[in-house]
């Protein structure tokens, strides 16, 4: 179940808020009631009251806003559990000076802000002796194995376990708590209103991740990344996943580079994790970690997405492909071979950059590399046999097609160009990877001086809908992944 907090000043702004959740499908609210500006009326907010909810005063040690005396912050909850609220949220310290009263429900709650202790299982058997009816345990998640070890408490313990982590590391336990029996997950009207590190918003945790749906037999993908809140994906394959009526679900999981290896060898497997797809920074160092890659991987040295099966990790390289099969729209098509007598200017040497050379170089096309950093074009020169040009000297040579492998342009530098508008010469093709947004000021530019323009949606949808395959075995809706990508994409710019 999903409950959502209200944390307002005023009293008529929370039952009005109350009230519209409900209206929105919303079966318990939190009530913050440390939000309050000025004295607390109970009774207001529960008389009345259009559905369940939970009491929480939450002082400044744990999160919370109440700097008035303790002793009235506990008066506060043994008066809401005498009102009849449906739940009262208890912190373990306090949890023996408020008795059991009539048919309130106790959360018996520990935080920790700074980190999910070695002794977690310690804390939550103390805090079962508590007279409890829900024990919360909520802490720091500092590394994604955090992650693991909460939400398998929760899946092994009699005693109702809220066991989730805070921080954008953490979210995955906010959204597979269903999946491990979690009673209670926590979210907010809007992800702009959060009341705590990591919170997700009601419409996002049902409309993308369809929470309600979650169960034990829900298979697990995801998209790892660090930083991860610029991904993009879970929208698209969850939306896919829905129109077609699969039991799966699509996390985003934030997995700093030193704990890559920890991951996929030990946290996939506990989490029966099916399928992942791979981007910025571990495209490159993940394939050290694949047991089975594919040709592409091989050439180029980078894997974007991975399969687990009994055998181990399988690797695959969708943008090679995604990328060509884009880049191929805006090439002659009534020749044998359109790639043939081409230069192509990659700029970029990370793991988009490098697939699209290799695919290049692969079809014959004499491919010149040019990074912000000029030894990793060097180093990628050489691996592919082919030449390098400074930085400084990118878009002097005359290309046939140039290809923008950096996130240069990327929202929110949306007036930044990879290269001047003055090396675009009409009729040269102009591909442009990043797709956020659609219209970079490179393809904007290239329009003007009449190139042949392919933009990053196009590829990023192919490559999404390859893995899709890759992941379930079924074709998607390409367009329905396009809308999806343009309706986030739009909202972002509109904001």
């Given at each position: 179940?999903?409950?959502?907090?209200?944390?307002?000043?005023?009293?008529?702004?929370?039952?009005?808020?109350?009230?519209?959740?409900?209206?929105?499908?919303?079966?318990?609210?939190?009530?913050?009631?440390?939000?309050?500006?000025?004295?607390?009326?109970?009774?207001?907010?529960?008389?009345?009251?259009?559905?369940?909810?939970?009491?929480?005063?939450?002082?400044?040690?744990?999160?919370?806003?109440?700097?008035?005396?303790?002793?009235?912050?506990?008066?506060?909850?043994?008066?809401?559990?005498?009102?009849?609220?449906?739940?009262?949220?208890?912190?373990?310290?306090?949890?023996?000076?408020?008795?059991?009263y009539g048919t309130t429900k106790r959360i018996i709650s520990y935080h920790n802000f700074r980190e999910t202790p070695a002794d977690i299982e310690e804390i939550h058997e103390r805090m079962c002796k508590l007279d409890p009816d829900i024990v919360k345990l909520a802490t720091m998640a500092n590394s994604p194995h955090d992650n693991i070890r909460m939400l398998k408490l929760a899946q092994r313990n009699n005693v109702p376990t809220i066991a989730?982590?805070?921080?954008?590391?953490?979210?995955?336990?906010?959204?597979?708590?269903?999946?491990?029996?979690?009673p209670i997950t926590y979210s907010t009207y809007s992800n702009e209103r959060t009341l705590a590190p990591g919170q997700i918003g009601y419409q996002q945790m049902r409309e993308v991740y369809g929470y309600d749906q979650i169960n034990a037999e829900t298979e697990i993908y995801g998209v790892i990344a660090d930083p991860i809140g610029h991904s993009l994906s879970p929208q698209l394959h969850n939306a896919c996943f829905r129109d077609q009526g699969?039991?799966?679900?699509?996390?985003?999981?934030?997995?700093?580079?030193?704990?890559?290896?920890?991951?996929?060898?030990?946290?996939?497997?506990?989490?029966?994790?099916?399928?992942?797809?791979?981007?910025?920074?571990?495209?490159?160092?993940?394939?050290?970690?694949?047991?089975?890659?594919?040709?592409?991987?091989?050439?180029?040295?980078?894997?974007?997405?991975?399969?687990?099966?009994?055998?181990?990790?399988?690797?695959?390289?969708?943008?090679?492909?995604?990328?060509?099969?884009?880049?191929?729209?805006?090439?002659?098509?009534?020749?044998?071979?359109?790639?043939?007598?081409?230069?192509?200017?990659?700029?970029?040497?990370?793991?988009?950059?490098?697939?699209?050379?290799?695919?290049?170089?692969?079809?014959?096309?004499?491919?010149?590399?040019?990074?912000?950093?000029?030894?990793?074009?060097?180093?990628?020169?050489?691996?592919?046999?082919?030449?390098?040009?400074?930085?400084?000297?990118?878009?002097?040579?005359?290309?046939?097609?140039?290809?923008?492998?950096?996130?240069?342009?990327?929202?929110?530098?949306?007036?930044?160009?990879?290269?001047?508008?003055?090396?675009?010469?009409?009729?040269?093709?102009?591909?442009?990877?990043?797709?956020?947004?659609?219209?970079?000021?490179?393809?904007?530019?290239?329009?003007?001086?009449?190139?042949?323009?392919?933009?990053?949606?196009?590829?990023?949808?192919?490559?999404?809908?390859?893995?899709?395959?890759?992941?379930?075995?079924?074709?998607?809706?390409?367009?329905?992944?396009?809308?999806?990508?343009?309706?986030?994409?739009?909202?972002?710019?509109?904001?």
């Amino acid at each position: 179940m999903i409950c959502v907090s209200i944390g307002r000043g005023r009293h008529k702004h929370i039952i009005a808020e109350h009230r519209h959740l409900v209206d929105l499908g919303v079966k318990l609210v939190e009530l913050r009631l440390d939000y309050i500006n000025g004295t607390i009326k109970l009774k207001r907010l529960l008389n009345d009251r259009p559905g369940p909810v939970l009491v929480t005063c939450r002082r400044e040690q744990d999160g919370g806003r109440w700097a008035g005396m303790e002793a009235e912050r506990q008066m506060v909850l043994r008066t809401a559990i005498v009102d009849g609220a449906d739940y009262v949220d208890i912190e373990e310290d306090i949890a023996a000076n408020i008795p059991r009263y009539g048919t309130t429900k106790r959360i018996i709650s520990y935080h920790n802000f700074r980190e999910t202790p070695a002794d977690i299982e310690e804390i939550h058997e103390r805090m079962c002796k508590l007279d409890p009816d829900i024990v919360k345990l909520a802490t720091m998640a500092n590394s994604p194995h955090d992650n693991i070890r909460m939400l398998k408490l929760a899946q092994r313990n009699n005693v109702p376990t809220i066991a989730l982590c805070m921080g954008d590391m953490g979210t995955p336990t906010r959204i597979l708590g269903a999946k491990y029996g979690v009673p209670i997950t926590y979210s907010t009207y809007s992800n702009e209103r959060t009341l705590a590190p990591g919170q997700i918003g009601y419409q996002q945790m049902r409309e993308v991740y369809g929470y309600d749906q979650i169960n034990a037999e829900t298979e697990i993908y995801g998209v790892i990344a660090d930083p991860i809140g610029h991904s993009l994906s879970p929208q698209l394959h969850n939306a896919c996943f829905r129109d077609q009526g699969s039991n799966r679900c699509y996390l985003p999981f934030r997995v700093p580079r030193e704990h890559l290896a920890s991951f996929i060898q030990e946290d996939c497997p506990a989490l029966e994790i099916k399928g992942l797809s791979v981007t910025i920074p571990h495209k490159e160092t993940i394939v050290r970690m694949i047991k089975k890659p594919n040709a592409a991987v091989q050439g180029i040295g980078a894997a974007n997405t991975v399969l687990f099966d009994e055998g181990g990790p399988s690797g695959f390289n969708s943008d090679c492909d995604a990328a060509l099969a884009s880049l191929s729209t805006a090439l002659p098509q009534d020749v044998a071979n359109p790639y043939e007598n081409k230069t192509a200017l990659v700029l970029g040497s990370g793991g988009v950059a490098k697939a699209i050379a290799w695919g290049l170089k692969n079809r014959g096309v004499d491919v010149i590399i040019a990074s912000r950093t000029d030894e990793n074009a060097d180093d990628l020169a050489k691996g592919l046999g082919c030449r390098m040009v400074s930085w400084e000297d990118r878009g002097l040579e005359r290309v046939d097609i140039l290809i923008n492998g950096t996130p240069v342009g990327m929202h929110p530098n949306v007036n930044e160009s990879p290269i001047d508008k003055v090396r675009l010469r009409a009729g040269m093709v102009v591909f442009d990877t990043v797709y956020n947004p659609e219209q970079t000021l490179l393809i904007k530019e290239a329009r003007q001086r009449e190139c042949r323009v392919v933009t990053g949606v196009d590829m990023f949808v192919r490559q999404a809908a390859l893995q899709y395959q890759l992941f379930t075995g079924s074709e998607p809706s390409r367009d329905l992944m396009r809308d999806t990508l343009k309706k986030i994409t739009g909202a972002v710019k509109a904001s």
